[in-house]
């Protein structure tokens, strides 16, 4: 990125010493202008340690979504409830929670899906909070297995 500054810096001082004149303008003078912005520019590209972000790439970033598993919640916790919680975080897509097939009681975890970006804020402010009278784990949730493929180690026969 900084070389590709200082390439339109070079590009836009030559460009400029030749169209000013036709504008009525000094040549010199707007040469001297764009040269000091784009050494300016540049320099500020150097002191933040970053490049300019374009909005493309910040909207991709919160395109990409990222699953939070939410461990040690109460038995009784809702969908909604999670819902509240994470929402100061930002866009929620979905939240499932996990519960027992036969009794339909909650198993004390659940996912939540959001924006990757937002999913991290949520994670370090909520790791170890409480809620409900219990100590959240929170934690990026590991990828599901694939259990059509595995063997199982010990079979009956």
Known sequence: ????????????????YFIAPHIGLAANDLTIGIIAGGILQTLL?????SSISYSSEASADNSEKKT????????????????????????ISTVRLMRDKETGKGRGFCFVE???????????????????????KVNVANNRRNYNNTRRRYSHR
């Open 114 to 136: 959001m924006g990757a970006a937002n999913a991290q804020v949520a994670i370090d402010a909520l790791n170890g909070s409480d809620f409900a009278g219990r100590t959240l």
């Open 68 to 91: 939070v598993y939410v461990g040690n919640l109460d038995f009784d916790t809702t969908e909604e409830a999670i819902s509240a919680l994470f929402e100061t975080y930002g866009e």
């Open 45 to 49: 590209i150097l002191v933040s340690g």
């Open 1 to 16: 990125m900084k070389l590709t500054s200082i390439i339109i810096l070079i590009v836009c001082a030559i460009t400029g």
